[in-house]
């Protein structure tokens, strides 16, 4: 007899965890629903303070002046934004004041510049690069001068092979202007006819006419001067750059150098050489 009780206690228990199990089992975390308490807190959470106004109140002006550049940017925008959203005079005001102090530090700026190039003038382009009217006139006879010399001294080591068509009208006007090039320079000027001679122009992957490519004598390595219609001056500068890459006397880096400019401003490699100079 109390076999049978403590069977029927025990299969009861059974029956009411199995009914409980049930009853709840479309909610909880089975479901994704999460207790009360906690969902709160989450909102707590998310929940963020209020954004403080900006206002040039909060600061004196030496504070302003000396924030750092993007702490002003930042506060300047802040200022900006609170005017657009609130066009009171006051906002309207504190934003033109702080737009006033970004004027006076770029003119300081602007000052402490002149002073430094004046006080250290290799600091500046002035030397390589003069805008004044007789300063400009010098440097460019200086780079007709060694342009015409470089070109001059390695005609016999160097030419250009000019890839053209019978049909194109681009060809004939960049013909004319190689005659003059080649009576300028003594350069030997070889005329392709791509049409005639497709493996060549493969060879060199040209497919626009005009097209002018700088070769070297016992050299492999080849550089395109142009492709399409140059003037006279542009062959001059492109095949004078393209003699002194493929000799090794300048880096691609140093592409755009002329040799008078070496050690000045526009010498990439100046602040190295320095460097390498300390003890």
């Given at each position: 007899?109390?076999?049978?009780?403590?069977?029927?206690?025990?299969?009861?228990?059974?029956?009411?965890?199995?009914?409980g199990?049930?009853?709840?089992?479309?909610?909880?975390?089975?479901?994704?629903?999460?207790?009360?308490?906690?969902?709160?807190?989450?909102?707590?959470?998310?929940?963020?303070?209020?954004?403080?106004?900006?206002?040039?109140?909060?600061?004196?002006?030496?504070?302003?002046?000396?924030?750092?550049?993007?702490?002003?940017?930042?506060?300047?925008e802040?200022?900006?934004?609170?005017?657009?959203?609130?066009?009171?005079?006051?906002?309207?005001?504190?934003?033109?004041?702080?737009?006033?102090?970004?004027?006076?530090?770029a003119?300081?700026?602007?000052?402490?510049?002149?002073?430094?190039?004046?006080?250290?003038?290799?600091?500046?382009?002035?030397?390589?690069?003069?805008?004044?009217?007789?300063?400009?006139?010098?440097?460019?006879?200086?780079?007709?001068e060694?342009?015409?010399?470089?070109l001059?001294?390695?005609?016999?080591?160097?030419?250009?092979?000019?890839?053209?068509?019978?049909?194109?009208?681009?060809?004939?006007?960049?013909?004319?202007?190689?005659?003059?090039?080649?009576?300028?320079?003594?350069?030997?000027v070889?005329?392709?006819?791509?049409?005639?001679?497709?493996?060549?122009?493969?060879k060199?992957?040209?497919?626009?006419?005009?097209?002018?490519?700088?070769?070297?004598?016992?050299?492999?390595?080849?550089?395109?001067?142009?492709?399409?219609?140059?003037?006279?001056?542009?062959?001059?500068?492109k095949?004078?750059?393209?003699?002194?890459?493929?000799?090794?006397?300048?880096?691609?880096?140093?592409?755009?150098?002329?040799?008078?400019?070496?050690g000045?401003?526009?010498?990439?490699?100046?602040?190295?050489?320095?460097?390498?100079e300390?003890?």
């Amino acid at each position: 007899m109390r076999r049978l009780i403590l069977a029927s206690i025990l299969q009861l228990s059974v029956t009411t965890a199995s009914a409980g199990y049930y009853t709840d089992s479309a909610k909880g975390w089975w479901w994704y629903q999460k207790e009360p308490e906690k969902q709160a807190e989450k909102q707590e959470k998310k929940k963020k303070p209020p954004k403080s106004t900006p206002s040039l109140k909060d600061y004196s002006y030496e504070q302003v002046w000396e924030m750092h550049p993007d702490q002003f940017q930042e506060f300047a925008e802040a200022l900006k934004k609170k005017a657009v959203q609130k066009p009171s005079e006051e906002n309207v005001k504190e934003y033109f004041e702080i737009q006033e102090i970004a004027r006076k530090k770029a003119l300081a700026f602007s000052n402490v510049a002149q002073f430094v190039w004046q006080k250290y003038p290799e600091l500046t382009t002035k030397k390589d690069y003069p805008i004044t009217t007789p300063g400009n006139l010098a440097r460019i006879s200086q780079i007709n001068e060694e342009r015409q010399r470089i070109l001059r001294d390695n005609r016999d080591d160097f030419a250009l092979i000019y890839f053209q068509r019978p049909d194109c009208s681009y060809c004939d006007e960049q013909s004319r202007i190689l005659d003059w090039f080649t009576n300028e320079t003594g350069w030997t000027v070889k005329r392709v006819n791509i049409s005639e001679n497709p493996g060549l122009a493969a060879k060199f992957s040209v497919e626009i006419t005009p097209t002018l490519i700088l070769i070297q004598k016992g050299n492999q390595d080849y550089l395109p001067v142009s492709a399409g219609v140059i003037s006279a001056d542009e062959i001059e500068d492109k095949a004078y750059r393209a003699v002194r890459l493929l000799k090794g006397d300048i880096s691609p880096e140093e592409y755009s150098l002329y040799e008078f400019q070496k050690g000045g401003s526009f010498d990439v490699k100046k602040r190295r050489l320095l460097e390498k100079e300390r003890p």
